[in-house]
């Protein structure tokens, strides 16, 4: 349960505002994942870092900025937000990027953006 | 085109009863296929996976799936229901030739009832 750490648990934040969504793994894997949990939608997945660097990047709009500084940590920097952006955002990591690996989750930080 | 379907937003079952939870998915080659179960306000658990080998694979808490590659479903299993039980749960596939794109379904809520 604490091998992914997300912090914060919960965020409201103005669409003028700059936060950032930090992530920490505590498993030693080498790959981490940004999702975007939105209500009654299947997760989209955002972003893919592979010992740090981004190896996937599905179509998210450019007001979210993932950073991978070392492959314990990720962030994501958000600036400029839309309510549409309200929604879970869930970290994972997984030993390496490969398919067969499992994916294990943080608990997520619930963003609402007014 | 959608790679992963859960038919059923919501599934009700009796205490004692079995359970079936339904996932088919769309993907060429083999996939690679896995389970998650998230409970209120936490993030994803891994469940179970199946890579290649035996179809019937068996997870975490008792819970089982059966890979039937002609029907190209991945449906969830349990003899015997908890109350327990009772969470969101997701299919998710990832595709072989491309280990960084990983789909989830929408969901199918488990009600177990006493």
């Known amino acids: 349960e604490t091998g992914v750490t997300q912090t914060p648990r919960h965020l409201v934040m103005g669409m003028t505002n700059k936060k950032s969504l930090k992530c920490e793994q505590h498993l030693g894997h080498n790959a981490m994942y940004w999702y975007k949990q939105s209500a009654k939608k299947p997760l989209e997945l955002m972003f893919v870092y592979s010992l740090e660097e981004r190896v996937e990047n599905n179509s998210v709009p450019s007001r979210f900025s993932p950073e991978c500084p070392n492959s314990s940590h990720l962030f994501l920097h958000l600036h400029t937000l839309q309510p549409e952006d309200s929604a879970l955002y869930l970290c994972a990591s997984s030993q390496d990027h490969q398919g067969t690996k499992t994916q294990y989750f943080g608990p997520g930080t619930r963003l609402l953006v007014l | 085109a959608q790679s992963v379907a859960q038919p059923e937003d919501q599934v009700n079952v009796a205490e004692g009863n079995p359970l079936t939870v339904k996932c088919t998915y769309s993907?060429?080659?083999?996939?690679?296929l896995f389970w998650y179960v998230q409970y209120p306000n936490r993030g994803l658990q891994f469940l179970l996976k199946?890579?290649?080998?035996?179809?019937l694979v068996k997870g975490s808490y008792g819970f089982e799936a059966e890979f039937n590659k002609s029907q190209t479903s991945f449906h969830l299993k349990k003899p015997s229901a908890l109350v327990s039980d009772s969470a969101l749960y997701f299919c998710?596939?990832?595709?072989?030739?491309?280990?960084?794109?990983?789909?989830f379904g929408s969901g199918t809520k488990l009600n177990v009832k006493p």
């Open positions: 993907v060429s080659g083999n996939p690679y």
């Open positions: 199946y890579i290649t080998g035996d179809n």
């Open positions: 998710a596939v990832r595709a072989p030739n491309n280990f960084n794109k990983f789909y």
